[in-house]
């Protein structure tokens, strides 16, 4: 029962209702005034507190729209106005007829356009001509009505604001003011207030100016000093304030008016001062007023402008080109300032007041000593050495230098305190004794530490200048310890000693170093003396035109650019190119890693830049070498020597020890140019240069040519014993001298078969060098003896042609012995006493002539000589034999004597050693293989021509026969050996008569 009496009461609210929207009588009568001035549609602030509004207790409530906010609801469709964010929107059109019966609209809001459904609402128009309205709905939240004024009228917005057209009937603020921020109009204003648009805009005015506020708007004014060119215009719109030039009105008097921004200053001239309180503001300084303008022992006086100084009489300016003041202060007259020569060299001046005094340097003296020093009475260098007997000590030697002295020791002596001379202290020893004083490391000789001992101490004064006879003595010295110039000591031998010769290169650096002054002028310096030659070229600023600077010493020049190394070096360098005699015995071409034979072909150089410092050079280094030979063939190969403080390469060598790093290197240098006499080598850094010339691998050994000569020789040798035993045994004719063939025959023997064992013994190095010299001697003795032979043969043959009786064959026996062994030996002395290395194991690793120094010449030029000579002495032979050969018996046959006599006559070429010319053609093999038949079997054409061919030879061979055989059995045999031969005897007889 309660539920349906609830629901028929709902039924009559609801019919009530209805009933009201048809005809409400109060709408006109019962509304409410609503007079807020933020729903005017003009007021869009968003800032204030409690926004947005909303009109959610307005429905079902009629309501009229009156004062400043506005009497008419907006109809078209906006956002953030009227403090609402979703304004509502006033579809239907407003009625234009007076009547109490509502009309029906709608709203809408916006939501991204116009388009959202608000909510129904009820206006009139009342009589009395306003509207009222009713909402029916809520609505949605932060939505209401906003309003404008459908009629503007003065007073319609309140005080400081006015209505507007656009948008209709909306209220702004006057011009100057505005609605503060987070401001809500309440209680009838609009709330506008004053905008001071000198804080808002600083720069509205414009520069120069100033900006005064005001109620509505502000005031600009230009600044002291700026001027409006346009009174009629806005200042900061239409123009700006423009500078006063005061400089048109005012005058400085003497200085320049300068026109500043506001003001003017004066620029006084020199000698004025500004003074503004006067008139004119620039006036005269009175320089003289403060008395030390002019300095001490001077007068001033002043001129308008400026001041005149002058120094007292007897004084002069210290620049006399210029007045005198303060800094320029008026001194003493100074003679010697005046007169820079007054004293004469070596001396020098002191001024006094009125006069002046001369002194000497140091090491000088003037010769009228009751005189001062003058250029009348000059200071002369003093004479230490002479003057003071023994002033450096016993067994030294006292060089006088400019000023000074300086101690060194005599060639073979060297200073007891080494590099550095201590007066009183330091003298002179024999380099032996001093060799014997030293106690050796453990694996080194005293030669080399003596030279270590040297390196370390111009290591451990590296900054200190050396007079040039102390170099030299270092220089002598260690070039004597080293063995570089004399027979070399232990540790130097003729392959070379490359840890020796690095510390040489070493010591060299350090003595140069020790010649090169800070303060060198830059002129060329040179040194020469029996071990060194030395050219040093020092840098400074100015001292080149950007060129290339050449140094040269003993033929070899070096090009290297100093005032590119000087940028560097504080703008000073250094360079140096030299020479050490003999030290190519130390740092041999062997140690130059190649395949090929290498020969050295130049002198060895060492280049380095003292007190320089250098990495890489931006320009190559070039060398110009001379060749010590001229090489038509071969490889030219530009190297420099990489010590072992050049290299971190280590070889383990047999027994566990290093291997000597040092060796020849090609890297960093290249031939930028060689011909057969000198090489031009590009290099792109400096150290120890040379040239070495490869020659190439010779061809490999034939093995028929081996094979060959060794058959050859072994024949050729049993034929020289059968020979030998011969010549030794048989019973000759008393007038025939077989001395020179015995011999020849002895010497060809023991020469041939030493030949066969000349590359048995190159690792015993001793007995390499016996055996070379033994060869030398047996070949030079076989050439003395065919030159004897050749001359026996040409005395009989001359002797014959002149019917001569024959009573001895020959030159005497001693005088044989004296040519064919004395000469020899006269030879081989003086060869070993020039360079005893030459003889010992070569690259062809056999024991023979070492071709360095040339020294195969040794047996090359005796036996050139000799062949000559044999050859002169054999054609004369055959000149003397040809009329013999003609007068011969014609009953015995022709051509058996022809035969036989040119046979002997080839032999005895053979024998006399002509086939050796054979040896010059040794590039074709049909001459290798004839020089070789012919020159192994000397010893057969001896025994033919000598033995098997001489009757009284045959004779006694058939003695020893008939004796080996027994009589019965060697009687027929004899007798077929005489039938045999008896054309050949007849022949031979002919031919000895």
Excluded at 204 to 217: A, E, F, H, K, V
Excluded at 319 to 327: K, Y
Excluded at 653 to 662: D, F, I, R
Aim: with cysteine.
């Amino acid at each position: 029962m309660i539920y349906w009496a609830l629901l028929l009461h709902l039924s009559l609210l609801v019919i009530l209702s209805n009933a009201a929207d048809l005809d409400d009588p109060g709408s006109c009568t019962g509304y409410t005034n609503l007079t807020d001035p933020w729903r005017n549609r003009a007021f869009t602030r968003t800032d204030w507190p409690g926004y947005p509004k909303n009109d959610f207790l307005l429905s079902n409530k009629w309501w009229r729209f009156t004062g400043i906010g506005g009497d008419t609801a907006i109809d078209d469709c906006t956002y953030n106005r009227g403090g609402f964010q979703h304004p509502w929107q006033v579809v239907v059109s407003y009625p234009d007829i007076e009547s109490l019966t509502p009309t029906k609209g709608t709203t809408r809001t916006w939501a991204n356009g116009c388009g959202t459904q608000g909510i129904t609402i009820d206006f009139v128009l009342c009589p009395g001509g306003f509207y009222v309205f009713r909402p029916l709905a809520a609505g949605a939240s932060e939505s209401g009505f906003a309003t404008y004024h459908s009629k503007c009228g003065p007073d319609s917005c309140g005080p400081l604001a006015e209505c507007t057209s656009t948008p209709v009937g909306g209220c702004i603020c006057f011009s100057g003011y505005e609605i503060p921020p987070e401001h809500l109009p309440v209680d009838g204003s609009y709330g506008c207030v004053d905008i001071d648009e000198c804080v808002r805009k600083p720069d509205i005015c414009g520069p120069d100016s100033i900006c005064t506020n005001l109620n509505g708007t502000y005031n600009c004014t230009c600044l002291p000093g700026f001027n409006d060119t346009n009174p009629a215009g806005i200042l900061g719109t239409s123009h700006s304030c423009e500078d006063i030039n005061e400089c048109l009105e005012m005058d400085c008097g003497e200085g320049d008016c300068n026109n500043i921004p506001a003001s003017y200053e004066c620029d006084c001239h020199v000698g004025y001062q500004l003074v503004p309180a006067a008139s004119p503001p620039c006036q005269d300084i009175d320089e003289c007023f403060n008395s030390t303008v002019c300095g001490p022992r001077s007068n001033c006086t002043n001129i308008p402008g400026k001041h005149i100084c002058q120094c007292e009489p007897g004084y002069i300016a210290t620049d006399p080109s210029t007045a005198p003041d303060e800094d320029n202060t008026c001194e003493d007259v100074d003679e010697c300032v005046e007169d820079i020569t007054i004293c004469g060299p070596e001396a020098v001046c002191n001024n006094t007041i009125g006069a002046h005094f001369c002194t000497c340097n140091h090491g000088y003296r003037v010769d009228l000593s009751d005189m001062i020093a003058s250029s009348e009475n000059p200071c002369n260098d003093i004479d230490e050495c002479s003057e003071t007997v023994d002033l450096c000590g016993t067994k030294t030697v006292c060089t006088n230098a400019p000023g000074t002295f300086d101690c060194s020791c005599p060639d073979g002596y060297f200073p007891t305190t080494g590099v550095i001379w201590e007066l009183d202290v330091t003298f002179c020893k024999s380099i032996p004794e001093l060799l014997d004083e030293i106690t050796p490391p453990e694996g080194q000789t005293k030669e080399r530490a003596f030279l270590g001992n040297v390196n370390q101490q111009l290591k451990d004064n590296a900054g200190v200048i050396l007079p040039e006879v102390t170099v030299k003595n270092c220089f002598s010295a260690s070039m004597e310890v080293s063995g570089a110039n004399s027979k070399p000591p232990e540790a130097v031998t003729s392959d070379g000693d490359a840890d020796t010769g690095s510390v040489m290169l070493d010591i060299s650096e350090g003595l140069v170093s020790s010649l090169v002054e800070p303060s060198q002028n830059g002129n060329n310096k040179t040194l020469q003396t029996a071990v060194v030659d030395l050219s040093i070229q020092t840098f400074i600023p100015g001292s080149s035109n950007g060129e290339s600077n050449v140094l040269s010493v003993k033929g070899i020049s070096m090009e290297v650019n100093l005032e590119a190394l000087a940028q560097d070096n504080n703008g000073s360098a250094a360079a140096a190119v030299l020479t050490l005699h003999g030290i190519e015995g130390m740092l041999s071409h062997r140690f130059f890693k190649t395949e090929n034979q290498t020969e050295m072909n130049s002198d060895i150089i060492t280049a380095f830049l003292p007190k320089t410092k250098h990495s890489n050079f931006s320009q190559p280094v070039n060398f110009t070498i001379q060749h010590k030979k001229k090489t038509e063939a071969g490889l030219v190969t530009c190297v420099y020597w990489e010590g072992k403080d050049q290299t971190s390469v280590k070889v383990e060598a047999s027994g566990g020890k290093e291997a000597q790093a040092s060796h020849w290197s090609v890297k960093g240098c290249l031939v930028a140019y060689s011909d057969e006499n000198y090489t031009i080598c590009s290099c792109s850094h400096l150290s120890t240069f040379a040239l070495i010339l490869q020659i190439g691998d010779p061809p490999p050994e034939d093995p028929f040519l081996e094979w060959l000569n060794r058959v050859c020789v072994i024949i050729g040798l049993f034929f020289f014993a059968l020979a030998i035993v011969t010549f030794l045994l048989c019973s000759w004719n008393a007038k025939i001298n077989n001395t020179a063939r015995l011999h020849l025959c002895i010497s060809l023997a023991s020469s041939h078969f030493l030949m066969l064992w000349m590359d048995r013994y190159v690792d015993n190095k001793v007995a390499c060098k016996v055996m070379a010299g033994v060869l030398h001697f047996l070949i030079l003795a076989s050439f003395s003896w065919m030159l004897l032979e050749a001359l026996q043969l040409f005395l009989l043959v001359r002797r014959l042609s002149k019917v001569q009786v024959i009573q001895r064959d020959g030159l005497p026996t001693p005088v044989l012995y004296l040519i064919g062994y004395g000469a020899p030996f006269v030879i081989l002395g003086v060869s070993a006493a020039v360079f005893s290395d030459g003889y010992g194991a070569t690259d062809s690793q056999v024991c023979w002539l070492s071709t360095e120094r040339s020294f195969n010449w040794a047996l090359t030029g005796p036996v050139v000589a000799l062949l000559g000579m044999n050859l002169v002495l054999f054609c004369a032979t055959l000149v003397c034999l040809r009329p013999t050969l003609a007068s011969m018996k014609s009953d015995v046959s022709q051509s058996k004597d022809t035969r036989l006599i040119v046979f002997k006559i080839l032999a005895q070429s053979v024998i006399l050693g002509c086939t050796w010319i054979l040896g010059l053609y040794q590039a074709n093999l049909f001459f290798q293989v004839l020089f070789i038949l012919l020159n192994s079997q000397q010893g057969t054409f001896l025994f033919i021509v000598h033995c098997l061919l001489n009757k009284e030879v045959r004779g006694e061979y058939i003695k020893w026969l008939s004796c080996s055989f027994g009589k019965s059995g060697n009687a027929g045999a004899a007798k077929d050996f005489h039938s045999g031969s008896d054309n050949m005897d007849a022949t031979e007889e002919q031919e000895n008569k």
